[in-house]
């Protein structure tokens, strides 16, 4: 079951006053931690000579999420101040304030991340004092090599975080490098907190399978490939639709009725059909769905109407849709509901090792039930159930914003019914859009059947690290900046802005019963204004907060723009306590991995001897999509992966696995 996340309530009167609380922002004389063999010496911060000036790289790719504020619309504060093209972000004027040094922003304004390292390491990493937005695995490399400073060595300096790491000893884990040393400061999501899930929408489900009232004529017809998956009922569903399909070919009529005898035969004591997809007591699997995805393919003329109030003539219906191409992994992890296989450890689409039952590192992607998964996916694709450009990585458009949010817009042609992502802007985007619960599965070797959602909210790949190339005194500023983050004030700044921007003595009670500080209408009204209410894009690209950087991120922030059925979503979740990843899962099968490795010289110089990567996963994407250019037999994935060296690749990921959990 989920851990229900047990934080510390932030005081009102740190939000009255914006002032610290807790810890001390510059440093407690008593503060100390112990990872491994390393000691810290309690360090008096009355003794340290700050630098007048930090210099931040942070580079992610993208000039609008950078220290800087880089719109051309001038962002008026509540107290009248007015931030232009080229200032500080106010969260960072701010910050700058409470260090009371200067901050100035170094980056190559659209530079990626692996350029900035790049371009820094042939330099000496002398530029900045603090490298962010790469990735942790670069930040050890280049830590053990003596180009960034061990944070072991300098937790004196660093009481919040140090304290941090003591009451989150996982993270202290997953954050250390081979030769012992813990090179930057990670940005940790809201671990514990339901992540991405799965949507549609409601009203759909309600008038094909509640009443034939709102029922349009159909022509539309589908060739059947998937032939079901589950036996645990006395029949299939899919095996009954495809008996019913004349040569091959089912209609809507035959593929409803077939549907809705299924669930009265198989489901006698539900109330009505749609009970048995939406709401937390939903008990349907994948069969079952595929099976209303086939009905809900069939009936363009009926879908259209009940979500635009007339039937649009040359309707398309998408049953399953991914965010954009660029999510197309989500599609992947249906591959879960077809038994319980493990498709991702931790949340990133990088992250395909995961724990065994034995809690043994296990690359999932050339797995046979993993294989067995992309035949049923490519029978699923080739019905036309999933959007035909899910995978096409030339494709930019945002897909979950056509298929959801346009309903109103003239000649608007395409609609879509389920995706896999986060619950506020989902749901945001269509009043009608709803949580729905995973399909029902077993899990590994265990024959119950649960509602299980892999994806989680885990500590991000992305970080921020101190040059050890610069002056003592930078550093000690660039430490005293880093650790503010795990301050109670800095918390704050971070995760929802400055105490300005708060509304004064008042908190944010969410769905799960804590109290969280509470936005001020400026930020709701200016986030309608300048990013359509999108209060994190708003947060990250006008006024500097939620960066991905080292700190703790809450969840507080999301609660509180959540709209339409968000917050039945949030409860549909936690009432059915679906099942998901976390650090402290006590089978191995649940527990997260790590999401970057720190390989040793040797371990990195037997990965280049491999060639596993992007090659593999296009081919399944090919494979998938029917491409005459990809496998045409599942097993041809497998071969790939055992030609770019597989079982060398995984046993150096094993082998760093175990040094980080020694």
Same mark, same amino acid.
């Given at each position: 079951m989920i851990n229900k996340k047990s934080i510390t309530l932030l005081s009102t009167m740190l939000l009255m006053a914006?002032?610290?609380?807790?810890?001390?922002?510059?440093?407690?004389?008593?503060? /100390?931690?112990?990872? @491994?063999?390393?000691?810290?010496? +309690?360090?008096?911060? %009355?003794?340290?000579? !700050? &630098?007048?000036? =930090?210099?931040?790289?942070?580079?992610?790719?993208?000039?609008?999420?950078?220290?800087?504020?880089?719109?051309?619309?001038?962002?008026?504060?509540?107290?009248?101040?007015?931030?232009?093209?080229?200032?500080?972000?106010?969260?960072?004027?701010?910050?700058?304030?409470?260090?009371?040094?200067?901050?100035?922003?170094?980056?190559?304004?659209?530079?990626?991340?692996?350029?900035?390292?790049?371009?820094?390491?042939?330099?000496?990493?002398?530029?900045?004092?603090?490298?962010?937005?790469?990735?942790?695995?670069?930040?050890?490399?280049?830590?053990?090599?003596?180009?960034?400073?061990?944070?072991?060595?300098?937790?004196?300096?660093?009481?919040?975080?140090?304290?941090?790491?003591?009451?989150?000893?996982?993270?202290?884990?997953?954050? /250390?490098?081979?030769? @012992?040393?813990?090179?930057?400061? +990670?940005?940790?999501? %809201?671990?514990?907190? !339901? &992540?991405?899930? =799965?949507?549609?929408?409601?009203?759909?489900?309600?008038?094909?399978?509640?009443?034939?009232?709102?029922?349009?004529?159909?022509?539309?017809?589908?060739?059947?490939?998937?032939?079901?998956?589950?036996?645990?009922?006395?029949?299939?569903?899919?095996?009954?639709?495809?008996?019913?399909?004349?040569?091959?070919?089912?209609?809507?009529?035959?593929?409803?009725?077939?549907?809705?005898?299924?669930?009265?035969?198989?489901?006698?004591?539900?109330?009505?059909?749609?009970?048995?997809?939406?709401?937390?007591?939903?008990?349907?699997?994948?069969?079952?769905?595929?099976?209303?995805?086939?009905?809900?393919?069939?009936?363009?003329?009926?879908?259209?109407?009940?979500?635009?109030?007339?039937?649009?003539?040359?309707?398309?219906?998408?049953?399953?849709?991914?965010?954009?191409?660029?999510?197309?992994?989500?599609?992947?992890?249906?591959?879960?509901?077809?038994?319980?296989?493990?498709?991702?450890?931790?949340?990133?689409?990088?992250?395909?090792?995961?724990?065994?039952?034995?809690?043994?590192?296990t690359f999932s992607h050339n797995e046979d039930k993993m294989v067995e998964g992309y035949e049923y996916l490519s029978q699923l694709y080739s019905e036309g159930l999933v959007h035909s450009e899910f995978a096409d990585l030339n494709n930019k458009d945002s897909f979950r914003n056509i298929f959801y949010a346009q309903d109103d817009y003239d000649d608007q042609k395409q609609f879509g019914f389920m995706t896999y992502d986060w619950i506020a802007s989902t749901t945001a985007a269509n009043e009608d859009v709803t949580a729905i619960l995973p399909p029902l599965t077993t899990l590994g070797s265990d024959d119950e059947m649960i509602h299980f959602i892999e994806n989680t909210r885990t500590i991000k790949p992305e970080g921020w690290a101190v040059s050890s190339k610069v002056s003592e005194e930078e550093i000690n500023a660039a430490l005293k900046l880093m650790d503010y983050m795990f301050s109670e004030e800095g918390s704050v700044v971070q995760n929802y802005g400055t105490p300005e921007m708060l509304a004064e003595g008042e908190t944010f009670t969410g769905p799960d019963g804590i109290d969280y500080p509470k936005f001020g209408e400026w930020i709701f009204e200016t986030a309608d204004e300048l990013k359509d209410g999108d209060i994190s894009a708003f947060l990250r690209d006008f006024v500097g907060s939620l960066m991905p950087l080292g700190y703790q991120k809450e969840i507080g922030f999301e609660y509180q723009y959540t709209v339409n059925k968000g917050d039945e979503s949030w409860a549909t979740y936690q009432e059915a306590e679906v099942i998901t990843p976390s650090y402290g899962a006590d089978k191995p099968l649940l527990q997260l991995v790590p999401t970057v490795f720190s390989l040793n010289e040797q371990e990195q110089a037997k990965l280049d001897t491999t060639s596993i990567g992007e090659t593999?996963?296009?081919?399944?994407?090919?494979?998938?999509?029917?491409?005459?250019?990809?496998?045409?037999?599942?097993?041809?994935?497998?071969?790939?992966?055992?030609?770019?060296?597989?079982?060398?690749?995984t046993s150096i990921y094993q082998s760093a696995y175990e040094r980080m959990t020694e």
């Open positions: 914006g002032c610290s609380g807790g810890l001390d922002t510059n440093g407690s004389k008593d503060s /100390t931690v112990d990872k @491994g063999s390393t000691e810290s010496t +309690p360090v008096s911060n %009355e003794d340290l000579e !700050y &630098a007048s000036n =930090l210099n931040i790289s942070y580079a992610v790719g993208n000039n609008q999420r950078t220290l800087t504020y880089n719109q051309s619309t001038p962002l008026t504060m509540p107290d009248g101040d007015v931030v232009s093209t080229g200032d500080l972000k106010p969260t960072w004027q701010y910050i700058q304030d409470q260090m009371e040094f200067t901050i100035k922003d170094v980056t190559v304004q659209n530079q990626t991340a692996e350029e900035m390292i790049e371009i820094a390491s042939a330099t000496g990493f002398n530029n900045a004092a603090i490298y962010g937005g790469a990735k942790g695995d670069a930040f050890m490399q280049y830590g053990a090599k003596g180009y960034f400073v061990d944070l072991n060595e300098k937790m004196g300096q660093l009481p919040n975080f140090s304290k941090y790491l003591e009451e989150n000893p996982t993270i202290a884990d997953a954050i /250390t490098a081979y030769d @012992g040393g813990i090179y930057y400061i +990670p940005y940790v999501a %809201e671990i514990d907190n !339901y &992540a991405r899930v =799965l949507h549609g929408r409601e009203t759909w489900v309600t008038a094909l399978v509640d009443s034939k009232d709102q029922l349009e004529e159909e022509t539309a017809t589908l060739s059947t490939s998937y032939n079901g998956y589950w036996d645990r009922n006395k029949t299939n569903v899919v095996d009954l639709q495809n008996e019913k399909a004349a040569s091959g070919e089912l209609s809507r009529d035959d593929a409803l009725d077939t549907l809705l005898s299924y669930i009265e035969e198989t489901y006698p004591e539900l109330e009505k059909p749609s009970d048995l997809f939406l709401g937390s007591e939903a008990q349907y699997d994948m069969d079952e769905l595929v099976a209303l995805w086939r009905v809900m393919k069939l009936s363009p003329n009926t879908l259209s109407k009940v979500s635009t109030g007339e039937v649009v003539n040359g309707a398309i219906i998408s049953p399953y849709f991914v965010r954009d191409s660029k999510n197309r992994q989500d599609y992947l992890r249906l591959i879960s509901y077809f038994g319980g296989q493990r498709v991702y450890g931790s949340d990133s689409q990088d992250s395909k090792f995961y724990l065994n039952e034995d809690g043994e590192l593999e996963t296009d081919q399944t994407y090919l494979f998938i999509t029917g491409s005459a250019n990809g496998p045409q037999e599942a097993k041809e994935i497998q071969d790939l992966y055992s030609k770019g060296g597989i079982d060398t690749y």
